[in-house]
């Protein structure tokens, strides 16, 4: 009987040792089999995650971020314990001692799905299964991949210390709200750095794991709050925190930025502008967009940010100004139905969420609104933002009555009297608190619409080509185009003085004489009639006259007489254009370029002829700290010393490329503070010496000033981006020249400004400046005009009067200097026939393209 027993247990043992070993060898070969091909876990070793790339200003101000995934790395020594301890409670409390996956979990997982039919099944992925899952696996449930995560998991525990292993995890995980990593989460849901958090904050970023869209610190905030709470819990149980902690911390509320208990880090930052989204479109275009958008750079900006909202509110004001004198009212179009108008806080959760373009929220002062109720005369409005006192707000009916509303036709209605003729019940309309310059005391709510004209501003820095300010457009908010470098417009006159520039180094002289007559040129298009804004003409005029006074007729003589080829040479080594086309038209700007390459040609006058290359960025690092840009590429041997002689600075050497001569820079610096004081641009208001160029194309398309000080050079164009007429009285010195002298008024306060640099190696002659004469050195008076020259240049220029090789006197008529056209006057052409000179405005018969003004 117990041999039988014996033997019957031997059997049964036998058995099991055989299913044993079969079993074994069943899950060796499985794990085997799956082991072959699975990626290496080297290159977690090199991980480089996603990271936001962030943008700072010259005081180190963060001012704008870019990223795919919102994330920040943070080495693991610098995550604070009670985080790490809140992460490991929460995902896999035996982190610290398990080999990569937790016998004791799993089992535990399978028991309570047994146990409950299926119905509770939960994970028992430890952390270093779902860094696994993460970096090297799928997310899809099979069990496949099940077995790959564990082989991995056992392999990286072998490879990688623990805190490294945590250190992946906890920058990688998404959080919720695009916050990727447990940095830029901590900022997401409650605007605090990492050092700065609680417990019961480190319990709640602990509970979004598990499923951050049911956890929602909102919509969720009872299943959050639990969740937190069973957190706390297990960090009591794992020794993290004291029960007294933890009792006292259970009973706290669920605080976030989502449930108005902490302002949004973004507003911290200023609104996003047109300077930081270009910086965005250029580095993308150097670094790649996936290195710029996750690369982790860190970009330091020339942006002042002074000057950039002193340069938004200049445009702004003019752009604003312009629309106003149409008298047109076109509102915003958007309105929120009457039902949401019956309470408060319905309007105005519907006015907070209302986005369109003609509802900007970066314009400074503006502020979306709703009409709540239309009076016989006034029209009572609630404004986002602010509140409700004793009978509300209104706009009162004389704010209307500068405008007259577009009927369905598109045709113009009579003038508005009262509020009702503009706005209805429920309309969406932008307002401003209209205040007392004397004191700033409120005066009345007022209507603001954003503009249909369009416009361009640009400040840099003549000696580095650092960009200090750019307004692309009125507002960001409602069109991101930057007409600053992506428009191309025509320049028009803006473009004379680099035809000028070219003059002088073809042996011009600022007072040679160049004949201001009536010009014919045969063109495949039909007859070319060039004509002065004037419509006028003048006779032989020197030069310097004829910048001053933006004279057509003289510049295409000069350009005919050097050539185009010389012309075009000058504005592409100073990067106008590239290519510059060598039609004689383009002589008047009639070919299109940008602003910004307009900014930094100028500047090569202001600086002395030295090429300067415009950067919205002075230096870019990456993640690790490294510099792999830097704009400034000036030498300073003396700015490592400890110490420098008494009285001296450091000697900062530059290696920029002399563009053009730097008595012509002087030359062209001078004629065009002639402009500025005599001439087109005389509107120019500034308390420093400045000098530069106003610009008009044909029916004022577009209207330009580009202006310098010696240090600093500004450029506004206006126009629509569909190009038309602007009317009448529109022309650069009336349009930009007042955004010039807004913005530039507060930029000599910071920047300075002093006389422009004499080169050597020139000379002073006097010049009689209406008839270009030459006058002894003793002479005074108004005529009178001090020269710079270039030696043996008043010799060359003396007795030379220019006519560009075009018929003039016999067989076309010369006006006698400031003789009027109006009325029209009979004139014989070069074809022996009679024409009659317009006393209108030029149209395309008589200037096809360029300049006028």
Known sequence: MIRFILSFFGSIFSWIVTAVFFAALTVGAIFWMYSRDL????QLSQYQPKTISRIYNGDGRLIDEFATERRLFVPIDEIPPIVQDAFVSAEDKNFWHHAGYDPVGIAQAVFEAVRTGGHDVRGAS???QQVMKNFLLSSDRSVERKIKELILASRVEHALPKKRILELYLNEIFLGQNSYGVAAASLTYFNKPLSELKPYEAATLASMPKAPSNYHPVRDMQRLK??????????????YISEATYREERELPVKSVQNGDYAPFRDQMPPRDYFTDEIRRQLSRSFGQDEFFSGGLTVRATVDPEMQAQAGRAL???LEDYDRSRGVWRGTGVTIPAD?????????????DVRSDKVPRDVEGWMPAVVLSVGKEDARIGIEGIKEEGNGNWIPAKDVQWARKLNENGKLGPKARVASDLVSVGDVVMVRAMTSDSDGSFIRWTL??????????MAMDVHTGRVIAMQGGFSYQSTVFNRATQAMRQPGSNFKPFVYAAALDSGFSPETVVVDAPIEVNTPQGLWRPKNASNKYYGPTPMRTGLEQSRNLMTVRIAQEIGMDTIANYAERMGVYNPMKKFLANALGAQETTMFNLVSAYAMFANGGKRVEPTLVDRVQDRYGRTIYRHDQRVCDDCSAQTLPAGEGPRIESNSEQVVDPITAYQMISLMKGVVQRGSGRGVNI???????????NDAKDVWFTGFTSNIVASCYIGYDNPKGLGAHAFGGTLCVPVFNEFMKEAVKKYGGSEFTVPPGGHWQNFNRFTGEMLPPGASGDYVQAEYLREGQSIAGMGLVVDGGFGMGSNLPLFAPGESDEGGTSVTTSSGKTAILPKQRA??????AGGLY
């Open 39 to 42: 990626p290496s876990h080297d």
């Open 126 to 128: 430890t952390i270093t």
């Open 226 to 239: 639990d969740r937190r709470n069973y957190v706390l819990h297990e960090m009591w149980q794992n020794g």
């Open 316 to 318: 702004q004001h003019a």
């Open 340 to 352: 949401k108008l019956k309470n408060e806080a319905d309007w105005r959760a519907a006015l907070a």
């Open 448 to 457: 603001r619409q954003v503009p249909q004209v369009e416009g361009a501003f």
């Open 687 to 697: 308390s420093v010496p400045v000098a530069g160029k106003t610009g008009t194309t």
């Open 843 to 848: 149209n395309f018969g008589t200037i096809s």
